[in-house]
């Protein structure tokens, strides 16, 4: 029986008779309903990997990394890391940021990254396995902007923020949270982690993400985190439950508050997910190729430290290079030459036994055609070339820049049919339907028989946003786009949430770490 299993929170005909008929079956908008179970929950890619390398180029990239590494190398902006670098074999000159690595040093320090981990939820159900031919959806994390059709293009706030979170919670396709879905910037600075990450355990029972930005607030994390599971620090340290994304800042830079992220979480056994951010032409080289090599190289550079740390912690090898409009210089994504850095991402990742963290990618501005086939194209990529962590998974675009509710609806109907499409071919001897195709015999139809009528609300995947009907019915109701139905669906989810259930003793306990934090002023902000 297959690992993956296939979600109801679709929806479904709601007669046989009406797809008997145009008019009934195409003449009104179906009534949909959602079914329960554990679909969508633990998603397996069996299909083979699409290799845009082959194995002399996949080395050729593999060594010029290593190669930037030794004789370029990286500036590293914390002097606690370098000293730890020092430590354990880097070269690391007095009164330089600039450190070198021997490529020995960096095989040896990623060979004992665990090739797959459980993330753990609040909520066991929720777990997540990381790795292999698992494959996690987590939905879009840290936008400034927001966005509705009625509200408008939006800085981010916590009415916003909480809804976003909500979304997430009622779609077993959004494995979880990112980070915070939109930056809500009516909180102060100083707290907003605080109330954000307890809005995160509360409206949530998912694996969620802390932002590093600063020994405090990866430390509250960490206990919020371990209050919200109702554990000791002691089982925290044993289960990974708390991840964390790190970025270079490219080129070839690793500041501060990432490499003190990366010490708080692996000193602690959480994940820490290693994600270079280049863009060829721009923090990168031109070419995708060049760029590939930065991004290994800088990905290498902080997984390897993450060993450093304590060998054996858990770490993803995060790609995330795309191109930019070379007439402007804005980010573009969703172009084919991201499609081939996600899969050649995935085949270095593969190559040293690491779970490889990619993304949904637009760059679209509003719900509109390029949204969808951008985001495709991105879906399309990360599948075939075995992305394990797909974050931004739903509700991206303009590059990143906005969280849209719309856009949200949408990518979860993309993610579905992925799902859908994942799930291997059913070819049992009821699936093969023998009986029923000698009960037609040549000339009938299928309509009628118990063969289908058994199977006719489960049959096919029923998109949340496909308008099936016919066009003069579709033109009576006022030819809803897209757009429209996306809108509509995003509210009615809202308004049936259900907050999951919490331990009181927890909700209490988490209520006084987050007032006594808040009295002690959060974490020094400059403003």
């Keep these: ?22 008019s009934g079956g195409r003449g009104g908008e179906r009534t949909r309903k959602p079914a329960g179970g554990d679909r969508y929950r633990r998603l397996v890619n069996r299909l083979a990997r699409t290799e ?6 996949l080395e050729h990239i593999h060594d010029a990394s290593l190669t930037v590494l030794e004789e370029v190398g990286m500036d590293i902006m914390l002097p606690e890391a370098r000293a730890r670098m020092k430590a354990a074999g880097a070269d690391v000159k007095e009164g330089s940021d600039r450190v070198r690595f021997d490529r020995g040093l960096i095989l040896d320090m990623i060979a004992s990254v665990p090739s797959q981990f459980t993330l753990h939820a609040r909520n066991p159900e929720r777990n997540l396995a990381i790795g292999g ?7 879009i994390a840290s936008a400034p902007f927001v966005a509705d059709r009625e509200g408008g293009r939006r800085a981010g706030n916590q009415e916003d923020y909480r809804k976003l979170v909500k979304l997430a919670q009622c779609y077993d396709i959004v494995h979880c949270t990112g980070g915070y879905p939109v930056e809500p910037v009516d909180i102060h600075a100083s707290i907003r982690h605080l109330d954000c990450l307890a809005d995160l355990v509360l409206l949530t029972d998912k694996v969620f993400h802390c932002y590093s930005l600063g020994r405090q607030r990866n430390l509250d994390a960490l206990e919020i985190v371990r209050i919200g599971r109702g554990i000791s620090a002691e089982q925290l340290e044993a289960e990974p439950s708390l991840f964390t994304v790190i970025n270079s800042s490219s080129p070839l830079r690793l500041d501060g508050p990432m490499l003190q992220g990366i010490i708080e979480m692996s000193s602690r056994n959480q994940v820490v997910i290693m994600t270079p951010f280049t863009l060829a032409g721009a923090m990168a080289p031109v070419t995708v190729a060049g760029a590939l090599v930065q991004q290994n190289a800088e990905a290498l550079c902080g997984i390897a430290f993450s060993q450093m740390v304590r060998r054996g912690a858990p770490v993803m090898y995060g790609g995330f290079t795309s191109n930019v409009d070379m007439k402007t210089g804005a980010p573009a994504f969703g172009t084919p030459e991201y499609m081939k850095a996600v899969m ?17 990618t637009n760059a679209a501005n509003t719900l509109d055609a390029q949204a969808a ?9 990360l599948t075939q070339g075995g992305g394990n962590f797909v974050l931004h998974a739903a509700g991206w675009t303009e590059g990143g820049l906005t969280a849209s509710f719309e856009k949200f609806i949408l990518d979860v109907d993309m993610l579905q049919m992925v799902a859908e499409f994942l799930t291997p071919l059913d070819v049992s001897p009821d699936a093969l339907a023998l009986d029923a195709i000698r009960e037609v015999g040549p000339g009938g139809h299928y309509f009628g028989t118990g063969h289908t009528l058994a199977r006719y ?12 009907r016919n066009f003069e019915t579709w033109t009576e109701a006022g030819r809803p786009t897209t757009y429209d139905h996306a809108n509509r669906i995003f509210k009615e989810k809202l308004a049936s949430y259900e907050r999951p259930p919490i331990d009181p003793a927890i909700e209490e306990e988490l209520s006084t770490f987050v007032a006594r934090r808040k009295q002690e002023g959060g974490v020094p902000t400059d403003f």
């Design 52 to 57: 845009v390398l082959d194995a002399e180029a």
């Design 373 to 381: 086939y951008e985001s495709m194209m991105s879906l399309w990529a």
């Design 457 to 468: 609300e489960s049959a096919f995947y029923a998109p949340i946003l496909s308008d099936w």
């Design 133 to 139: 031919n698992n494959l996690v959806f987590a939905q």
């Design 1 to 22: 029986m297959s690992q993956i299993t296939t979600e109801a929170a679709t929806e479904i005909e709601s007669t046989g008779t009406e797809r008997r008929r145009r």
């Design 344 to 360: 050649a991402g995935g085949q270095l990742a593969r190559r040293y036994g690491i779970p490889y963290r990619t993304s949904n």
